[in-house]
């Protein structure tokens, strides 16, 4: 039994619904293909519970996962802040807890032994993203001389937009606008103009509300302002893009990972079994998980919190699923439970076969598109 702990009601339910509609998809696939070898051919099973949408709804929920003897694994919570909280729980319960957040502080913390994380860090993001994002505007012979960095003050996007400015200034690209605000953004009209003002060559808008950074969109577009526009995080690549029709062409974000060459058949088969048009970072990601965990039980042999722990913090994995769906060759964590070595992918709207999807422009040896910043 593996804990699925992610936000399905409330303003990030679509988020967690997808994470789960990935994960079940894994869990169903293994089980077709005989289950956990290692055990006899045991089937794998979820055991969902809502993650809701604050850290006290985050705690309560693995709380119960923990106290449930046959669940072996947690998983969740998408949002930093349900992770972080989450993870204190399973850390006392001596659970391991695989999670998807960008915090730092997942995987940093004194005498925490139980937690793997496969996202990269923040403070890793800034040059991640900018080393995607550069070469290929230079090649478009767009330079990124001034920026604007705009986003939220949440936990998450606070300190990669700090590391994002630090990064900027080594590069010698001026930040000539910097601007953050407390979610919802009711009114995005004084900070387009703001950008407007700036003559700026390039947006990084580092936010996670769709609500938020689509409204930011559709004025910046409303306004001629047509310089690239780059986020980071899965709210960049979500469906509800492809309402603004052409206008969303372009538009781009970082992510850890996204449909790659070598794992197209997996995720157009999650795409058909999940009922979505295509699938993004949330349902690789709960597929990516599961399949982590199916690993480590396989070398546990046992189905056992603590064994699986240790076979987590083994693992070497350079074939399968779990590989595919990553932009890189070799699963593994370091000694604070974050996978290494730090990746991530740049997605860019575009329309492929008549179909505006995010299609993976970087890295360069894991394209399915080339970039189109025009």
Known sequence: MI??????????AFNGNAVLDGAQAAVDDINEAGGIEALGGAHLELRVVDAGSSAAESVASADRLVNDEDVVAVMGSWLS????????????????????????????RPYFTHVFDYAPPSSQIADLLLDSVQPSLAEAGIEMDRVAL???????????????????????????IREQWTPPLQDPSGLVQKVSSGKVDAVLLIA????????????????????????????????????????????????????????????????????????????????????????????????????????????????????DLMPTDRIAFDDGGRITPAFGVLAQWQRVDGELIPCTIYPVEQAVCEPDWQ
Do not use: C, K
Request: glycine share 10%; proline share 5%; aromatic share 8%.
């Open 3 to 12: 804990g699925a702990a992610w936000p399905l009601s409330g303003p990030f």
């Open 208 to 323: 996670f509300s769709f609500n938020d950074v689509s409204s930011i969109v559709r004025q910046l577009q409303a306004r001629g302002i047509d310089v690239p526009v780059i986020q980071n995080g899965g709210q960049g690549i979500v469906p509800q893009w492809r309402e603004l029709g052409d206008e969303a062409q372009g538009l781009s974000s970082f992510v850890y990972t996204n449909p790659l060459p070598g794992s197209e058949e997996l995720t157009d088969q999650m795409a058909e079994a999940t009922g979505v048009p295509y699938v993004w970072q949330d349902q690789i990601g709960g597929y990516f998980a599961v399949s982590v965990v199916a690993a480590g039980l396989e070398d546990a042999g046992v189905a056992d919190r603590e064994a699986l722990n240790t076979a987590l913090r083994n693992l070497d994995l350079r074939e399968g699923a779990a590989v």
């Open 150 to 176: 705009i986003g939220d003050n949440t936990a998450a996007a606070t300190p990669l937009i700090d590391g994002l400015e630090v990064a900027l200034q080594e590069r010698g690209i001026e930040v000539a």
């Open 81 to 108: 802040s349900l992770s972080l909280a989450a993870s204190e729980v399973t850390e006392r319960g001596r659970v391991p807890y695989i999670s998807e957040s960008f915090a730092d502080h997942m995987t940093d």
